[in-house]
């Protein structure tokens, strides 16, 4: 029979690190906790290779009594709450008296403190669990504790440890929370001898301004009720400020950031059908109750509460923004008129001219190669189920057999390039659309030519209607065409022929450009080079959260490196923590089409109708875009004569 015993506390100790100190990120949540409870003003951060060297906090706050040092690093030792029903009325961040002896059973931990009566400081240090002798030593009144080499003594967790940009990245963003839930408190963060965030004591907005940006804060509307004795405050941002991911929804309950399932749905609610699926509103938004009215109390690191009256809180977030937008101006407020949903719109606002470089793009891809500038003589329509009416247009002889994934492949780049510029000639000489002078100049040709036929006056295959649809007679009845979604799939699928085969196209830049990211995007980037370079994006690490991009997806010509970067990177942390190459891969594809596609609002010309419709025969699944909408839908002549009683 195995004999039973009691486990020595040291071991105690690293079972419980286990649960609350995953990372070097869970050691500065706790230990600025514990600043925080002290009643810091001030806490500087100082830590080295991504925490795993180092770890230094340091604060103004009440300190430790020299007789109490012993007692605050040893476990189950909190002077936050005496005794059970304390934990209903926890009103400080610590009270599981946990922290610093799972943070010492797992490192080197130096403790230091001087209470602010007090002539000396004095330091405890420990290693790896066994505690040296108090020292008397000097500093300054407060707390400072140094963690270093963390997990020296456990092997198997600093296997789990991810590059220094990865932890980085995590560390920041806990710090980032405990920064958002007390913007009256100065905090700085040092990494590596930089300065990476110095940020002075303000209000919330100035917070949010200073770690996410002034674009952000300024989109913010506020938002504020109080039902009983529940409260809540804070901003939410406007939906042209969506994500795509949640990571920006911090929610604050009694000054402590939690995780809340149902809080989330109730934001997504109010959201509802102010954002497209899959993108996620922005919030910074601070809960405050009686500490009796949940208990934190559930999970290690508390980031999960859970609520005596979970309905109300849900019903009192959701009805505040409901009432909130009823009364907003949320249209006035975003920086172009709508034409789209607002989440469409912010993804196209960015891409003014994508569309117009984008039809270039696509008649290199997909039609054959031209060195003379003409506009490429298009692919005919390769659908052959017989069922619309632009099977009437003439079909010019397929160049290359069936359908060919890569007649591009031709194209010298001196020859692209001869054609670019003629496009970009025309271009100059019309509307600044080389696609509409060339359209206008093919037009006046075949004009004067005396067989050019009945083809060059026919009427156009399909009427643009409120430059979003296209609707065109089928044999069977009718077909409206959503040209966004429709090009967009077009473009995927062209796209994601070239990724797998290896040949995308991709713009060098002479002088490499640098991003600044924020440290976990930085992070992304870098870990996802692969991915990346797939997608003709070249980048490397530059230190700290820039990242250097060498080249870029050609197809994103018209915008800028930088942007391209940041929206690739945000989606590959949409994936969440391990994300399969290729979904990740996919997804970017779907995000580089819909940037390229031709927007909803714009106007087509007949040639452009034209085109997108000759594509549509290249795409084997042209009946849905590439987010699963559909991309047509069909009336039959049945059914109208129904609808006007005819049968
Ligand atoms: P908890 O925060 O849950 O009480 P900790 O292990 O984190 O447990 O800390 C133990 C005790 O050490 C705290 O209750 C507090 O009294 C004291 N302490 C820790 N850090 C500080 C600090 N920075 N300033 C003042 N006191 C501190
Ligand atoms: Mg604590």
């Known amino acids: 029979m195995p004999t039973i015993r009691q486990l020595p506390p040291s071991v105690v100790n690293k079972i419980a690190a286990g649960e609350v100190i995953e990372r070097p990120a869970s050691v500065v949540k706790e230990l600025v906790e514990n600043s925080l409870d002290a009643g810091s003003r001030r806490v500087d951060v100082t830590v080295e290779q991504g925490g795993t060297e180092l770890i230094r906090v340091v604060d ?23 005794d059970a029903d304390d934990l209903f009325r926890v009103a ?55 963690v270093r080499n963390l997990f020296f003594n456990t092997p198997v967790r600093q296997k789990f440890l991810r590059t220094t940009q990865t932890e980085m990245g995590h560390l920041t963003e806990a710090l980032t929370r405990l920064a958002l839930a007390h913007p009256h408190v100065h905090f700085t963060l040092n990494h590596g001898g930089r300065l990476i965030h110095d940020l002075p004591p303000g209000d919330a907005r100035q917070r949010i301004a200073a770690l996410l940006g002034q674009d952000l804060a300024d989109s913010l509307i506020s938002i504020e009720s109080a039902e009983d004795d529940i409260s809540l405050q804070g901003f939410v941002a406007n939906p042209t400020h969506s994500r795509p991911n949640n990571r920006l929804q911090y929610l604050f309950l009694n000054g402590r950031f939690i995780r809340d399932r149902s809080l989330q ?29 949940v208990d934190v109390n559930v999970h290690p690191t508390k980031l999960e509460v859970r609520f005596q009256d979970g309905g109300r809180v849900y019903s009192q977030l959701l009805g505040t923004l409901r ?28 891409t003014p001219s994508a569309s117009q470089g984008l039809w270039d793009w696509a008649k290199r891809q997909l039609g054959p190669a ?36 890569a007649p591009h492949a031709s194209l010298s780049p001196l020859a692209a390039d001869e054609a670019n510029r003629n496009l970009a000639d025309d271009a100059a000489a019309s509307d600044g659309n080389p696609f509409r002078a060339e359209y206008a100049r093919s037009a006046t040709e075949r004009f004067d030519e005396p067989h050019a036929g009945i083809e060059s006056l026919r009427a156009p295959r399909a009427l643009q209607i409120h430059n979003r649809y296209l609707v065109a007679e089928t044999e069977e009845g009718l077909e409206v065409i959503d040209q966004h979604a429709l090009h967009e799939r077009i473009l995927y699928e062209a796209l994601r022929e070239r990724v797998l085969a290896g040949a995308v196209e991709s713009q060098r830049l002479l002088v490499p450009e640098p991003v600044d990211l924020a440290a976990s995007e930085a992070a992304a980037a ?18 700290g959260e820039t990242v250097l991009v060498s080249s870029y997806p050609a197809m994103l010509a018209n915008l800028a490196p930088a942007e391209v970067l940041r929206t690739l990177v945000e989606q590959i942390l949409a994936g969440g923590k391990t994300p399969d190459s290729r979904d990740v891969l996919d997804e970017l594809l779907h995000m580089i089409s819909c940037k390229a596609a031709v927007k909803y609002g714009d106007r087509l010309t007949p040639q452009e109708i034209e085109t997108l419709l000759e594509q549509r025969g290249l795409a084997q699944d042209h009946h849905h875009c590439p987010h699963g909408r559909p991309t047509a839908l069909i009336f039959t002549r049945e059914q109208l004569d129904r609808q006007f009683k005819r049968i």
């Open 60 to 82: 103004d706050g009440c300190g430790v009594a020299p007789e109490q040092l012993e007692l605050a690093l040893a476990s189950h030792a909190t002077s936050k709450i005496i």
């Open 92 to 146: 400080t961040l610590g009270f599981r008296g946990e922290a610093l002896a799972s943070i010492a059973a797992v490192s080197r931990l130096t403790f230091r403190s001087r209470p602010v009566d007090a002539p000396l400081a004095t330091e405890l240090e420990v290693v790896g669990g066994a505690a040296e002798p108090l020292r008397p030593t000097g500093g300054p009144c407060g707390t400072t504790v140094e």
């Open 265 to 293: 749905h109730a934001l997504g609610e109010a959201y509802r059908g102010l954002l497209l699926t899959g993108r996620f509103p922005v919030c910074f938004l601070h809960l405050q109750m009686p500490a009796a009215a």
């Open 323 to 350: 009432t909130k937008f009823l009364s907003t101006d949320l249209i006035a407020r975003a920086s172009n008129p709508p034409s789209g949903s607002a989440a469409d719109d912010e993804i196209m606002a960015s």
């Open 370 to 405: 031209t060195g003379d500038g003409q506009v490429p003589e298009f692919v005919p329509f390769a659908d052959r189920d017989q069922r619309s009416a632009l099977q009437l247009h003439r079909v010019a002889p397929l160049p290359f057999g069936g359908r060919s994934p």
């Open 526 to 543: 870098v870990e996802n080079r692969e991915v990346l370079a797939k997608l003709g994006m070249e980048v490397e690490g530059f230190g």
